[in-house]
């Protein structure tokens, strides 16, 4: 069957009437404004939300490819964040298991909705597993967000680089992770930064001597907010030593 357009605004109305009534209209409004996102919110957990999307909708019955188109369509359409989730918390188990290589054509394009830092790191824990299985693909779309203007391609370029899975976080060489951190180090804005620092503290856990070369290397240009983060789980002699070298930079 070849979706059409009246089947691909049925799906929509489907998964959004779902979605409202387990909603909560002023939770909803209280989260848009926290994530200055410009698209509605519903106001519902994330566990709530998988609980959801598990138990299925009229699609799950279609193949995986057209499955893909109805997500596709959803994302590209609605104007319901939460609509955008549901698609995020259906494809993570997938993609943690296995990814299609069908994905990355379609789903690449989903980054040019991103308004909010939510949003962002829950894309880009899809793109880690996509960029792991397909670096040939992935990697040459990173690095251009990487030099994008925009916040969230940006952000998006650094947290997909690492899955969130502790000391087996990081695949990627350092020599393909740093340059992408350094090209950030002078955006001043709060979410660049915030994921500067995220990806070296998580890169300091397979990177130790490595990562704590590059801090004291760069330690004038890291801004204070990717610095705490950076140093976070250090020992605190470690962390001691960072912080009066940088003083000493700035005296």
Request: aromatic letters at 12%.
């Amino acid at each position: 069957m070849k979706i059409n357009k009246k089947h691909f605004e049925n799906y929509h109305q489907e998964v959004a009437q779902a979605l409202k009534a387990i909603g909560n209209p002023s939770f909803g409004k209280a989260v848009q404004q926290d994530r200055g996102s410009n698209l509605e919110h519903l106001g519902i957990k994330f566990p709530v939300l998988r609980k959801r999307v598990k138990q299925g909708f009229s699609f799950y019955e279609l193949p995986k490819e057209q499955i893909l188109e109805v997500w596709d369509y959803l994302w590209g359409t609605s104007p319901y964040e939460d609509v955008l989730f549901a698609a995020l918390e259906y494809y993570a188990p997938i993609v943690k298991k296995e990814v299609n290589p069908n994905l990355w054509s379609v789903m690449q394009k989903w980054s040019k909705r991103v308004d909010n830092w939510c949003h962002c790191d829950g894309l880009s824990a899809i793109y880690s597993r996509i960029l792991e299985s397909y670096p040939e693909k992935v990697y040459p779309q990173i690095i251009k967000w990487n030099q994008s203007k925009s916040e969230w391609l940006r952000r998006i370029s650094l947290v997909s680089l690492i899955h969130y899975t502790g000391k087996n976080a990081v695949y990627l060489p350092l020599k393909k992770v740093l340059p992408l951190v350094s090209n950030c180090l002078d955006d001043e804005r709060y979410y660049v930064q915030t994921a500067v620092g995220w990806v070296l503290r998580e890169m300091g856990n397979v990177y130790p001597k490595e990562v704590m070369k590059y801090l004291e290397t760069h330690i004038d240009k890291i801004s204070s907010v990717a610095f705490s983060r950076a140093i976070e789980r250090m020992n605190t002699k470690e962390r001691t030593r960072l912080r009066n070298l940088r003083k000493h930079h700035f005296d």
